[in-house]
C-alpha cells in the first residue's frame, strides 16, 4: 500500500516509541529487502507516550479524554500548549492541574498584549516567525524551547517603553503563534471566553457603575460591585487608570 501510494522511500515514518521493535525494525527489513536497498523512511519520528498518573493513556486503560470533551472544559489553546509543553520524544503526564497552569501561561500572555495594545495601539503579526523561532522548530521539533522564545518575547514587551520597540515584539510574538496555534484570538476574545455579547454588556455596564462609585468615594458601593462581580467569575485588574476584565473559568 505504501508503495502504491507513496512510493518506494517515504520522507517521514511516524509512530510511538514502542513500536520500534519489533513493528519498525521488520517493516525496515520487509521494505528495503523488497526494493533492492533503498531506505524504506529518511526519516524516523517515534513520540513518548501521554500518561495520567504514570500510566500510559490508552483505551485499554480507560483513561483515555475526548478533544470535544475537554473543550467545554478548556480553551484549545490551553490544550495546545499543554501538548506543545513536552517535547515529542518524552513523556507528558496530563492532568488538571497541567491544564490549569497552560490556561493561567496564556493568560499571562495574553494579559502582556492587552497592555501593550492599550500603550502603544493594537498590533499586526509580522509576515513570517522570527529566526530565533524558527531555530528552536528545526532543532527535531523542540516545542518546549519554542516556548521558551514566546515567554522570553512576552517578558521584553511587558517592559517595552517605546512604540517601535512594542511593535516589534508584539510582531514577533503573534507570528510566532500563528505557526503553532496559538495566541489566535485578541485579549478581548480570550479573556471573555464564554461571554455572549450581553453578559459582556452587562459586565461593562457593572464595572462602569463600580468606577462611578470609587471616584464618589463611595467605597461599600464600590465592593458590592467588586463581590457581585467575583461571583459571575469575573476577575478585575485596575491599572494606570483603566480596569480590565476576565473570566477566572471558562
Known amino acids: 500500500m505504501a508503495e502504491t501510494h507513496l512510493g518506494e522511500s517515504i520522507d517521514i515514518h511516524g509512530g510511538g516509541q514502542d513500536l520500534i521493535f519489533p513493528h519498525h525494525e521488520n517493516e525496515i527489513a520487509q521494505s528495503v529487502c523488497s526494493h533492492n536497498g533503498r531506505p524504506f523512511a529518511r526519516f524516523w519520528m517515534h513520540n513518548g507516550f501521554v500518561t495520567m498518573d504514570k500510566r500510559k493513556m490508552s483505551k485499554s486503560e480507560g483513561n483515555t479524554f475526548l478533544v470535544h470533551d475537554l473543550r467545554k472544559l478548556y480553551p484549545g489553546e490551553a490544550l495546545r500548549f499543554l501538548l506543545l509543553s513536552a517535547h515529542y520524544r518524552q ?99 480570550w479573556f471573555g471566553a464564554g461571554s455572549s455579547d450581553r453578559e459582556s454588556d452587562e459586565i461593562e455596564s457593572l464595572i462602569k457603575q463600580r468606577n462611578e462609585a470609587r471616584e464618589a468615594r463611595d467605597f461599600a458601593t464600590a465592593d458590592r460591585i467588586r463581590d457581585q462581580l467575583t461571583s459571575m467569575g469575573i476577575l478585575l485588574e485596575d491599572a494606570d487608570g483603566t480596569t480590565r476584565w476576565r473570566r477566572t473559568e471558562t
Request: aromatic share 6%; proline share 5%; hydrophobic share 40%.
Open 91 to 189: 513523556p507528558l503526564d496530563w492532568s488538571d492541574q497541567e491544564l490549569e497552569r497552560a490556561r493561567r501561561t496564556l493568560d499571562r500572555l495574553y494579559g502582556v498584549l492587552r497592555i501593550a495594545a492599550d500603550a502603544f495601539g493594537p498590533f499586526t503579526a509580522d509576515e513570517r516567525p522570527s529566526e530565533a523561532f524558527l531555530e528552536t522548530l528545526r532543532d527535531d521539533l523542540n516545542t518546549p524551547l519554542a516556548l521558551a522564545e514566546f515567554n522570553r518575547l512576552a517578558k521584553e514587551l511587558a517592559k517595552a517603553d517605546d512604540k517601535e520597540s512594542a511593535r516589534r515584539l508584539a510582531g514577533e510574538l503573534l507570528a510566532n503563534g500563528e505557526l503553532i496555534g496559538l495566541l489566535q484570538s485578541t485579549p478581548e476574545e
